[in-house]
Structures are given as structure tokens and as C-alpha cells.
């Protein structure tokens, strides 16, 4: 299930910690297991669960509380805008609307040739950069005013 | 440019260039001089703990206990394993501010923790990053590498014969996770719950070891503070306030960015260099400490000097110094509902008034933004609120309750208009033009 | 600490909450997720209380007290504070308390009429949240009655010792549920359903079949393992509706297994025999009592005329009461016969009239926790006695080195200190390794015949743990009791006991292992495995299944097939009884009769029936009384089962006297080789196949602890027999085979298989711990 390449990164996080606290690399390694398919399988939640000897049931209280795990497949490109009050302010409800008309889908959609899907962010830190999008939970990408915008998506490909 | 602006900087100096973040670079400005210090005069672990409480640093997260103090409760004698942990969980709408010290100047937050390390005798740290800024954190673990290899990390600093241990742990979207206890929770491979405190996390943290929290920003200024001298910090602030503060400025102003001033600036000095409103409009509010502060009518709030006392006058909270500013184009109900939203968004779920009464709240709001409002809903609301706040194992339902009272408290008449006319006083027009989205340039 | 609750006065330890000081005064305070087993969670909020000098109410629960505290549970903050949360809770519960199961005991409902609104101000959509299957144990339809108080999640982590349900998701959105269309599997599960204080955990087999204030509660004891955990039987218009623990801390706390739960579905099973059978012509019919008893007298009179008293042979269950097994050695003896038993899965007899008393658990249930150090040998432990591995768990939990020696490597789910997993031909040298290391760190000489064993670090570590500390025990399990060399075992746990200062004991197979020496059961000629061993004559069966409970059940279907009486004693008549039976004479379980079970401490545990007996069942004792009248025997004028019981323990005895381990006289005589070549049958009895009741519970015949037992193996086994995962394999023993699946599994030791006993798709194997054979199939 899991890599060998993504084994090896989530023994790196493992190591991070004391020997008996295992556990406390499940964040990081759901993280690498999501990465390694796109997205998180209950195959790949119970291969981190196994992998860590945690129950499987731990693991996926955490892959469903934090919203940066994507428990059901996303596009190539998971796109998602920060509405929040400071980026509200500054175009960020503007420019997910944009978007959306841009791809001709709504939030928690997926373009049809399976490309992009667009997800409504929370605080993402960035209220300084509104509008701020992130790409697949990596990069962030800030000012995007409609010009910005139509320059991203000219390059997810 | 890093911080858009700044008075008497400290955290902000020398942070022009791509090459800031670097260690050479931070050496060059003087880093780990207060490390090599503590370390090399064996400067005596209550002593350093004095400094710190002498600059009456107050903690930089949002609830500005003072760092000093917080230190000196860690048992220092306790034998078994102690850490130090820091909160770069920054997800607070509004503020930004740790995310330019993780861009910028990350060493001066590894400087920090091994000297609260080497204080409080805790061999390990871990520092919680943001899972949104996850440049950042894989900027930070880069970092962690310098400062190992240079021996500022790592068992044996710099032959001292002291260890500290740093890790980087990143989180992956959850606001609750910057409440202390959930953070630690999280760190220990679980969903982001608070604890209940007592135990508080000095006696009972990090696998249930003493533990001691701090902000990023709090522990980037421990090595201003160790070169300065606790008075001098202070001196650089104002009483009870010690130190210069930076303050994330968002909203409707022309430069949203990161400002370093000293604690009792004007806000209306800060409003000026932030560029002043956006378009030349007139403000209407302000929220001066983050999302979870009450919101302060534009006419106060250009009385205020920021500072945690002078913020607390106005009516509201310093907070992290997330200042989010709003103009005449602002809807309050929108504005309200999206907060509202976040809330019972982010919510834990752990314990029955938050996870019920912040969705019940939204639903509320949500409704009487779009045309669904009834005659009693804003006592229903505030009675709502009530029942939520003091009643919760954390503090997130205060936070999400002290926006709602408020905001119909200072603009009751526009909830009263949503509800009786099913639309906004402020017409939606109106509102676009505020977010200046498509006419803005970088 | 003193602590002032509504102007009373507690004195209370340091470290006690609130909740603590509340409940010893008596005073009650609102609650949901406090359990006073599990930790505090202060979740609910419910018990929000008023504290002076404290700005905020604070939760009860979580609040730890201070000298001088004072607590105010109904000023105006408090009742306030209370009635909020509870508006909370049931602004998204639903009102379906019509339908819901949990009607008339559900916390919610009860607590509501004190602290809720006579209406909603709550105008928004409710909450769905959808159902979830999670078994045949627990229904989980209904999740929307949830309140999140997280009981459930707690059980698992700290009683079951498996986390099955967490709450996934966050925010108004979290749902208690298990890992993805997962079944709870927990033998102790059900117990989940009693800290639900909602209804949305419900029993699935009791689901919409009585409304609580329908049902009368008797008070009863558990029938089938030895700790004799105290329950409530619920009763409907004389039918046994629904089984519930009932307090008892010092035997099974407030928890009982899911055997205990569930298993009262089997007494209203169509399986019951209503009335007594007779063969005639070949063929099973049902007459009259005093028909059948006529016929029984005299068979066995013409057995014993014919072929002498000792053709005859009674065997009886371990789960026979103490009355039942009393009356039957009587019976048997009065005939003329010694073969008499009451321990069909015993194969190792050598320890009989070696004993220096009754053997039992060594100590008290309740003494578990204060122990250091123990040692667990030959045992499934969690699927042997769900609750004495949970009191193990709790203790390993506090920081008590627990450490097992067994033939399985299952999870215990126990954090143990060490674990030896080896073949049953090994154990005894497993034992005597611990035996060395301890007398070699003691300085002590070791026994004759343990020079040449090297003790491995494992046994060195479990022997440094049972030198440690005030209280240390080692155990013997079920399947150190049905070993070949069980008195081997024996010797050299009291050995180990003596070494190390630790207490030795049996934990016990079943209800009355203690009782059946109490009540005599026991031969003074032929054995339990003997009586089939050199066929009989007559058999009087006694709650026995010989094809399933027997230790070669081979052995003694042959023996049964060739005699001309069987007669049996049982409350069904299914299975392959009519086989061999002549005589079927109904009697009913636990709940139709009266009786009394000895636990594994020596405990006296008498109970009455809770319903009528079913169809023409007759309770056993009964049966056996008139039996022996009708064979003009002695001593059999008793009028009540209390009247019989007395005759054996002093009336008012909470505890049987006699209860010692000690032996002397059976010589250590340890082979050092295991047999070479061959491979050796590792037989668990399955939790659900154990007795005749759980055998005939169909809700617990669905659960996975129920699936048809499989050939286990590890690899290296595997690949010796060139057999894959998942083939067919047939399996020998004697002239009896079966074919079942081989599946990998490393837990099973090197050169050993193991195929589960107590299965009728085992039954024509032969013993539960010798060779076997394997080839594929």
C-alpha cells in the first residue's frame, strides 16, 4: 500500500519523536500517504494505523478532523480559496466566485476532465496576501487578483 | 521586504533579502550571540527566567499572559523528561504575523526555544507550523538543519554540555490546534481536542511530561530581550506592555501587511502606514486582536493607542495583534455570518456548548442574511451567547461568542434592517466595490 | 480535603473531584459523560456546578477539590449553567422517544424533565446522521440520538483494550462510528450499550421487543465461566427478554461479558427440549415423565444386573449446578460406581487424590489490582474469561507486570510485560525455564530434573517480575488444565509460587469448576477421559455434549454409539443426541431453576429461578432427586435445592472452605524432546462454542468470534506441507478426519496447527492436544 519512498519519509517523522510515541507521526504520515495516491483511501488510512500500531479507528479520527485530508479522490489540482472575513474583505469571496465560473463548477467540485476540484479554505495565515489560494495543500499563492488567477490556471495542466 | 513598515524595530531588522532567513545571514545580524551567552557564562537558569520577567514580554498568541511568569511555573527540578513547545499554529483570521517570522527570520524562534530550553531545563522542543504555510515549514525543518550542524541544536550546545532537541510538527487544518492543549494533543498523533485544565500543561503537557507553551513571536523576541536587557525591552513598549509587537493589518486599507511598532502606538498611526483606508473611505470598524475580539466602532477605535491596555479600554482585546479593518462598504451581517461560520466550522465537536451552540449561531446569522431573520432572533442570539461562553472546555466558545454580541451590540440596527426588510442596509454594489477585486494591482 | 456541598460537610482524599465528594454525601449532580470506570472526559458539560470564588460554574467531573471548597449544585449559576447545556443537547436530538428503544431508562429523557424546556426555541434542521452496522450485538440505526458524550470510545481504550468506535469528524458534524464499515468484535462490547445514556447504542437481538417498564428485573448469576459475574435477567410474561449486569465490585464490577449478554437467546431457542424422549424402535419419541423416569430406572438396574455397577458412568458440564452435580456423584455412587466427573475437556488426571484441597484462583478477584506482578499460564485469557483478562488490564494499565506463557500468541490486548508463545509439548519446559531463572536468582538449587534447561531472557524477565513487589500470582488457565501434563504444570507452578513467594491458582473453566469438588463430582474409579477410554455400558450425561465439550470427542462419540444406555440430561435436543441418546430427559437452564455456582474464589452464589421452565423442563436437581427414589436409593428426600446445597456447605457461607493448591506426591518427570515429525493440534475452545447455551445464541453465532474454526498455521508450517493460504486441508486424527482452510497465521508456534475444538465441523477429531496429521486436500 504504502511506498517504499513514503516509508521511508514517514520513518524520518517517527523518528522525530520519543521511542514509545509512534503515534505522534500519524499527521505526517497520512500527509505523505495522501500525497503518495492523490488522496486518502481507508486502505492507506489503515496502512498508516498498522504501520504506526494505532488503532485504525485513531487514524481516522485524525484523517476527518483536519480538513487538509482529502477522504474522497480530488482532481490533479485541488484548489482551495480562503473566504474568511480579512480576505472577504479584500476579494477572496470575489474571487472564488471567479473561479467558479471560470471552471463552471462550484465548491467541492471537480472540473470534468478531472483536473481541478475547488474547495472553500479556512484562515490559511496569509491575510496580508488576500486573496491567497492554496494548490494541493503545498503552495500558496498569494494576491490573486483575476489577471493572477487566470495566470495559475493557464499552468495546472 | 518583509514587514511592510515599522517603528524602532527589533524582530524586523535586517530582514531585507532573499538570503534573510539563512543562518549566516542571522548570524551576521547577531543571532545566537544570547545562546552563546547563556551558554557559555552558564548564566544561571533563574536569572535568564528574571530577564525575561523583568521585560514583561506578554505572550504573543492572543492571551498576553506574561512569558516570564509562565516560565517560572515549569517544576524545574522535576527529573523526567520536560518540553518546550511552540505555537506557530497561526490561523486566527486576521493575523499573519508568525508566518513573515517563519519566512524571515526563523533562527530568531530556534535561538528562542533553546534558551527557554536551556531556562526551564527542557531537552526537547517541537514547533507546531501552520499546515496551510507548508513552505514554511519545510523552510523551518531547512533551518533546523542549519542551526544542527552549527551545534545550536542538538545534544551538547556548542560544547556546553546542555541538549536541546528541535523538532518541526506540522498541523493540517484545524484552528483549534493554536489552543494550547489541542496543539499538544495533536502533536501526540490525536484529533485536536482541548484539554480540560487543571491539569495545566507546566504540571501535565506533551505526553503528559511539563510543558511549556509559548508563540512564535514570543520566543523570537527572547533573544532581543537576552541582548537588550529585560528593562530596555520593556522601556521599548510602555509599562505593563513591554516591547515592540507586530501587528498584522487586514482589510480594507491600501498596504494589508506586518507592522512592527512599539506596544502604545496610535492605531491611527498604524492606519497611516498601512497606507490609510482603501479607496479613501471612511472606516466603520474595526477588529483589532483577531477574529475572536469584539469589534470596535470606528470613532473609539481612533482613540485607541495598541497596546493590551489601551485595546482592553476601547472594549475589545489585543489578541495577536490582528488588526482587520473595515470600511463603509461592509455588510455587518455578512461580515458576521462568515466569522460565525468559521466558528462552528472549526469547532471541535468535543464538548455540547460549542459544538451545538456554534452551529446554532450560524444557522441564526446565516439565515437572517439571507432574508430568513425573525423578529426574536437577536435576543435568541445573545441568550445563545450566553449559554455558550464560560460553559466550554476552551476558549473557542468565548471566541465565537464575542463576535456575535458585538456586533449587534454596536450595530444592532443593521440586524434589526436584515431581519424587518430581508436585505441589506448597504447595498450590494456597494459592498463590491469594497473588495476592490477587480481593479486591484500588486 | 473538606468540601462543603450544598452546606454538607465531605471529607474527602486528596485528588478527589467534586463528583467524587458529591457522590459520597449522597448528593446528586447531573451527568453524562462521567463514568465513574472511565476517565473523565467533562464533555457533556451537564455537570456545570457553581463553585464560590470561581467567576464561572465549573464540571463537577473534572474538578478537583480544595480544602474548604464550597459547591453549590442548585444556586441560580449552576441551574442555570445546567439548563443551558441542556437545551444544547436536545436541540438536534430527536424526538422519537416514542419509538426509542431506550424509553423509560435513557438519561436524556429523565434528566430533560428536570432541566429541559417544555418547547424548542431551536427553529433550524436537525442533525442527520446515518446509521451504521456494526455487528449483530449492537444496533447503531438511530445515531442521530447520540450526544457525544464519548463513553463508548472510552470503553474500548480503557476496558476492552481495543479502541472498535471513535468519534470521526469535528464540529456539529462528529459521529461516533467505527473504522470504516467495521464490526465491533470486543467479547465485552455490549457493556457499550449500557453506558450509552441515550438510545443510540440499543441491543440489536432485544431491539423493539419490550419497552423497559414492561420488564421485571430478577436478580441471577452467570452460567458459563468461573467468575460468576451477578446479573439481571429481564423478564416479559415469563420470557427471558434481556440479560443486564448487575453491580457487584467485587466479582464483575459493573461489566459482564457478551457470552453473559447475549446468551439468554438460546433459552427461548426452538432447540429447547419441551418434553422427554424415549427411543423406541430406533427412533427418538416423546412420552411422559414418569414414563421416561421408569424406563431410565430401570435401564440402568438392568445394565448394573447385567453387567455390573461399574458399567456405569456419569459425566456432567462444569456449568451443572452445585446441586445438579451433587445429586448426579450421588446418584452414581449410590449405584455402585466411581466413574463419576464433571471435567469432560481434562485429559492430565494424575493430580486426583494429590491435591491438598479444592483447587481455585489462589486469592480474591477483587485482590487482582493490588497485585504487582502475575503470571498467566495456558490460557486464551480475553476468550476464556473476558472479564478476569480485563481486571489484568487494568492492572498492566497501573503499572502491574503482567506476563504469559501459552500456546497462543493472540492479543490479549493486555500491555504485557512479557509473553513466551510455545507449543503445547513445550509449555511444561517453558514453565520449568521460569522455575530455574527464579531459583537461579533466588540462589536457590533448582528442582530435580531441571539442570539441563537454560532459562532465555524472556523467562528471566518474567521471573525478576514475580520476585518483585508485596503481591505476585501465577495463574493457570484453561488450557494448562486440559494439557496432557497438566499436573506437571501444576507442580511446577506451586514450584514457581514457592520460589518467588507468589500465590498459585486456577482461574477456572467454568460456572461450578470450583463446585464440582465441592459437590464430590469426582471419580473413585474411572475418570472423564477414561469413561470413554474403556467403553461403558450406561452414560448419564449432565448438561454435556459430549461431541463438542469432550477433551477427544471421538473418543467418546464411539464409546456412546456402542452403549446401550445414554441417558441425557439436557435442555436441548438437538445436535447429534439423537445419535447416541436413549433417553432425553429436558432440564432447564439457570434462569428455570434454582442453584448455586461456586466461582473461581471459592464464592457461593446462590440464585432462583426467573421463569417458568419451559414446555415439561424440569430443573436437574429435581430430576435427579426422583431418579433416585425411584432407585430407592438413599439420601434423596431433599424438597428444596436450598435443602441440597446445605448438605454440602454450611447454611449463610459466603465463601467454601477447603480452597488449597497445594500438591505433593507427583513427581517433576519433564520430556525434554517433543515428538519429532509430527505435528501437534493446538485446540482453543472458541468463546462461542464453549457451552450448550452460547452455542445456541443465534446473535452470537453471527459475530466473528463465531466463524467456522480454520487450520491454522504459520508460514514455515505452510510451506513444510506445501499448502497456501486459503486451501483446504485435511486433518487426521485417530480414524476421525475433517477438512477445513489453512490459514497463515505467525502467531501459531513452529511445528503446530491449530484447529479450534467445541465446532461441529471438529468433532470427529480426536484429543484437543495431540498429534496430527495434515496434508492438503
Redesign the interface.
Known sequence: MLTSESLKRIDREIAKYPVDQKQSAVMAALAIAQEQQGWLSSEAIEAVANYLGMAPVAAYEVATFYNMYDLKPVGKYKVSVCTNLPCMLSGGVDAGEYLQKKLGIGYNETTADGLITLKEGECMGACGDAPVMIVNNRRMCSWMNPEQIDKLLAELK | MAILGALNPMLSVGLDGDKAWRLADYVKRGGYSALRRVLEQKIPQSEVINEVKKSVLRGRGGAGFPTGLKWSFMPRSFPG?KYVVCNSD???????K??DILRYNPHSVIEGMAIAGYAMGAARG?NYI??????LYERFEEALDEARAAGFIGSDLLGSGVSFEL??????????CGEETALLE???????QPR?K?PFPASFGL?GKPTTINNTETFASIPYIMNLGGEAYLEAGKPNNGGTKLF?????VNR???YEIPLGTPFATLLEMAGGMRGGRKLKACIPGG?SAPVVPAATMMNATMDYDGISKAGSMLGSG?V???DET?CMV??LE??SF?Y??????????C??????LY??VH?IENGQG?PGDLD?LE?VT??IM????CALGDAASMPVQSFIKHYRDEFAYHIEHKKCLVPVDVQ?A?????T??? | MEIEIDGKIAQVPDGSTIMDAAQQIGAYIPHFCYHKKLSIAANCRMCLVQVEKAPKPLPACATPVTNGMKVFTHSELAVKAQKGVMEFLLINHPLDCPICDQGGECQLQDLAVGYGGSASRFQEDKRVVFHKDVGPLISMQEMARCIHCTRCVRFGQEIAGVMELGMANRNMHSEITTFVGRSVDSELSGNMIDLCPVGALTSRPFRYSARSWELSRRRSISPHDSIGANLTVQVKNNVVMRVLPRDNEDVNECWISDKERFSYEALNSSARLAKPMIRVDGALREVDWNVALDYVSHALKDVISNSGEASLAALASPQSTLEELYLLQKLTHGLGSGNVDFRPRRRDFSSDGKLAGIPWLGLKLSEIKNLDAALVVGSFLRKDHPLFAQRLRQLAKKGGKVSLLSSSGDDSLINLHAQLTVSPADLPLALAAVVKAAAQLKNEAAPAGLDSIDPCATSQAIARSLLDGEQRAVFLGNAAEQHPQAAQLHVLAIELARLTGATCGFIGEAANSVGGHIAKALPTALNAYEMFAQPRKAYILLGVEPELDCYDPQQALAALKEAAVVVMLTPFGDGMAPDYADVLLPITPFTETSGSFVNTEGRIQSFTGVVRPFGDARPGWKVLRVLGNLLALAGFDQNSSEQVRDEMVPAGSPFVAGLDNRISGVPLSLSLMAPAGELQRIADVPIYFADPLARHAPALQKTRDAVAPTARMNAATLARLAVTDGAPVRLRQGNGEAVLTARADETVPAGCVRVAAAHVTTAALGEMFGAINVERA
Request: glycine letters at 14%; charged letters at 25%; one cysteine or more.
Open positions: 523528561d497561526e490561523g486566527e483570521p486576521g493575523t499573519f508568525d508566518r517541537y501552520h499546515g496551510e504555510i507548508w513552505e523538532f518541526a510538527h506540522h498541523g493540517y487544518g484545524a484552528y483549534i495533536s502533536i501526540e498523533g490525536k484529533k485536536g480540560f487543571p505526553y498584522s493589518v487586514s482589510g480594507h494589508p501587511g506586518n477574529s490582528a482587520i479593518v473595515m461592509t455578512k461580515a462568515r466569522l468559521f462552528y466550522e472549526e469547532s471541535c465537536g468535543q464538548c455540547t456548548p459544538r451545538e451552540g456554534t452551529s446554532w444557522k441564526v439565515r425573525r435568541l441568550s450566553t449559554n464560560g460553559r466550554t472546555i463590491r469594497g473588495s476592490s477585486f477587480f486591484a494591482t500588486v
